[in-house]
């Protein structure tokens, strides 16, 4: 008899109860189509596809397939609708305490959700009564998600659109809502031809005041963009990034020898947390498979690859979907996903002390008692 624990792949239901941490998440993009519909007829909206009148499961495809494009520019028209639809205070609310509801009930401890407070004014709120809106539904979603018995903790990320020219008032409002729910910033929207330089004093404002920002780069188009977010912007972590494989070489012959450019190097070097998101990126085209998405090479490698969802809505998923996926692709373990999430929450940008706590009380120890699991299986046979 052997005396090794095994290494198996989790199960699906391991997998929703395995504490997990994700850094990129938009709130529009993970409305619940039952919610869209009651809002849309609540607000008088009546320019939702006509999937959306026969029912919540057809306007849920409809989403699905409509950002099954295969580009990022299409894939981000079905957000025309659910901002449509996030345009009041109790709309707001109702949306982000929602979200952290179901985030808490697939198993997030931590999240870190965005959204865009410039596309929320159609209305006439102001962009402080949409920071606040949101970090209330978060605080009522807390709540909701602890008298169901989970435990999550949501930070908002203020993003501003790239195509846009609000950067630097949205770094403002980041900077003056810190401590009161906002944890950093972000820039967003499509990326071919709205280069990060673009919004430079935004960024360098952020750096003067000691705050925190990601910036999406790498997923619509390749390493210039990524190069730009670090080198001219000082990005603390890309959004996606998954591009830098681009700058990796892996040799074709069977020494299956793997050489680094230089800013993949630096990526790798400095730590730099690449924000991954396999399913949005199979529907915007940056990979073509999850057997064939960057991510397996990128964890092989070590670089500090987390997981993530990006959008639930458009692509049907959940952070246990993402994992699910992953397990079944490369065989990865508690020990991997233990792994991804150390990663992302090494990356969070609340204080380290709170992160450090994170990991040491709430994560490692969750997928311990998980790995100890087989140990208390009914029959010696399914011990293995
Ligand atoms: O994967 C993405 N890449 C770039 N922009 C995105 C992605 N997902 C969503 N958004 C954009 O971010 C805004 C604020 O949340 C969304 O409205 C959408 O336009
Ligand atoms: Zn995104």
């Known amino acids: 008899m052997t005396s090794e624990t095994p290494n198996t792949s989790p199960s699906p239901e391991q997998i929703r109860r395995a504490p997990k941490a994700l850094l990129h998440d938009h709130l529009d993009g993970g409305l619940r189509p039952g919610t869209i519909i009651e809002l849309a007829r609540e607000s008088g909206y009546d320019g939702l596809p006509d999937a959306a009148a026969e029912g919540a499961d057809r306007l849920d495809a409809w989403f699905r397939s409509a950002a099954d494009s295969g580009s990022l520019e299409r894939y981000l028209e079905t957000f025309a609708h659910t901002c449509a639809v996030m345009q009041t205070r109790e709309a707001l609310i109702r949306v982000a305490a929602e979200c952290a509801e179901d985030l808490a009930a697939d198993g997030v401890v931590y999240a870190e959700v965005r959204f865009a407070p410039e596309q929320h004014l159609e209305k006439g709120l102001s962009l402080e009564e949409v920071v606040e809106a949101v970090n209330e539904g978060f605080r009522e979603g807390e709540r909701r998600a602890r008298a169901d018995g989970n435990r999550i903790r949501v930070g908002s990320l203020l993003t501003a659109m790239r195509h846009a020219a609000r950067a630097l ?123 064939e998405h960057p991510i397996g090479l990128l964890r092989k490698l070590h670089f500090r690859a987390t997981v993530n969802t990006d959008n639930r809505l458009m692509s049907g998923t959940s952070m246990s979907n993402e994992f699910e996926h992953l397990v079944k692709t490369f065989r990865y373990t508690l020990d991997d996903m233990q792994w991804f999430t150390v990663n992302a929450m090494k990356s969070a940008f609340i204080p380290f002390d709170e992160r450090l706590a994170m990991i040491n009380e709430v994560i490692k120890p969750g997928y311990a008692e998980l790995k100890a699991e087989w140990l208390f299986q009914a029959s010696p046979s399914e011990r293995r």
């Open 169 to 291: 008032e949205i770094a403002e409002l980041a900077n003056r809502y810190r401590d009161l729910g906002v944890v950093g910033f972000d820039i967003a929207g499509a990326e071919a031809g709205f280069p990060p330089t673009r919004h430079l004093d935004a960024f360098e404002f952020l750096k003067r005041e000691n705050n925190h920002f990601t910036i999406h780069a790498g997923e619509g188009f390749g390493l210039p963009s990524i190069w730009q977010a670090l080198q001219w912007c000082g990005a603390d972590r890309l959004g996606h990034g998954v591009r830098i494989i681009d700058d990796i070489q892996v040799a074709d012959d069977h020494s299956g020898e793997v050489t680094l450019g230089r800013l993949a190097s630096y990526v790798r070097d400095k730590r730099i947390p690449l924000e991954l998101c396999p399913s949005s990126n199979l529907q915007t085209g940056a990979a073509a498979s999850y057997a």
